[in-house]
């Protein structure tokens, strides 16, 4: 999803500021859903705005600077409603730790282990910053999608545990370079090849 849209779906929720939004990326119920710099941010909101999507207003705050807040125009709502109701993309998946995985053949057992290790630790960190959440969340959008993360960690943690050994066994069985398949990865041996 692009960052147009994001926007536009976080000022649903009601008026922001570009910070707001930022930390709606990072620490909000849009942390999981992707993120954006405040370089990518406030170029979007300006041709959000150039656009008629939003309206913008300065906001004065005691001992601050004043904040420029932004809100949906009736143009921007229906923009919003709009993107949304497009058939969702394909999530696209990136984990550190999967390729870690993918190579256990390569790497020793301690290796391995200190990694599964590390990422029960991550999920259940996160399990209990969002748990609290559900309770505080004022929107039942937010807490659903809240139910969801925890209930996607979980299942993770759950197949991690019931799974551990299956990859620790797996590893430091096969030096890095052999030529056979590994991963699925079919490796073509330089002799073979020159015929």
Same mark, same amino acid.
């Given at each position: 999803?692009? !960052?147009?849209?994001? +926007?536009? #779906?976080?000022? *649903?929720?009601?008026?922001?500021?570009?910070?707001?939004?930022?930390?709606?990326?990072?620490?909000? /119920?849009? =942390?999981?859903?992707? &993120? *954006? @710099?405040?370089? @990518?941010?406030?170029?979007?909101?300006?041709?959000?705005? %150039?656009?008629?999507?939003?309206? =913008?207003?300065?906001?004065? %705050?005691?001992?601050?600077?004043?904040?420029?807040?932004? #809100?949906?125009?009736?143009? &921007?709502?229906?923009?919003?409603?709009?993107?949304? =109701?497009?058939?969702?993309?394909?999530?696209?998946?990136? @984990?550190?730790?999967?390729?870690?995985?993918? +190579?256990? /053949?390569?790497?020793?057992?301690?290796?391995? #282990?200190? *990694? !599964?290790?590390? $990422?029960?630790?991550?999920? $259940?960190?996160?399990? *209990?910053?969002?748990?609290?959440?559900?309770?505080?969340? %004022?929107?039942? @959008?937010?807490?659903?999608?809240?139910?969801?993360?925890?209930? %996607?960690?979980?299942?993770?943690?759950?197949? !991690?545990? #019931?799974?551990?050994?299956?990859?620790?066994?797996?590893?430091?069985?096969?030096? /890095?370079?052999?030529? $056979?398949?590994? +991963? &699925?990865?079919?490796?073509?041996? =330089?002799?073979?090849?020159?015929?």
């Amino acid at each position: 999803m692009n !960052i147009r849209t994001i +926007c536009l #779906a976080i000022l *649903a929720h009601g008026e922001a500021s570009g910070y707001d939004l930022k930390k709606n990326w990072e620490d909000g /119920p849009f =942390s999981y859903l992707g &993120g *954006a @710099s405040f370089g @990518s941010i406030y170029p979007a909101l300006a041709r959000l705005e %150039q656009d008629g999507l939003i309206k =913008s207003r300065e906001e004065t %705050q005691p001992g601050k600077p004043a904040r420029r807040v932004y #809100a949906l125009t009736e143009a &921007g709502r229906e923009a919003f409603v709009a993107e949304m =109701s497009v058939t969702p993309e394909k999530d696209i998946f990136r @984990s550190h730790f999967g390729i870690i995985a993918l +190579c256990t /053949p390569f790497l020793p057992r301690e290796t391995i #282990a200190r *990694a !599964i290790d590390e $990422r029960l630790k991550q999920q $259940r960190t996160e399990i *209990a910053q969002l748990e609290p959440l559900i309770e505080q969340e %004022q929107h039942r @959008s937010v807490g659903w999608l809240l139910e969801w993360g925890i209930a %996607q960690f979980k299942n993770e943690v759950a197949f !991690i545990e #019931a799974n551990r050994e299956r990859l620790e066994v797996l590893a430091g069985s096969t030096k /890095p370079g052999d030529r $056979r398949e590994i +991963c &699925g990865i079919a490796h073509t041996d =330089s002799t073979q090849a020159a015929e």
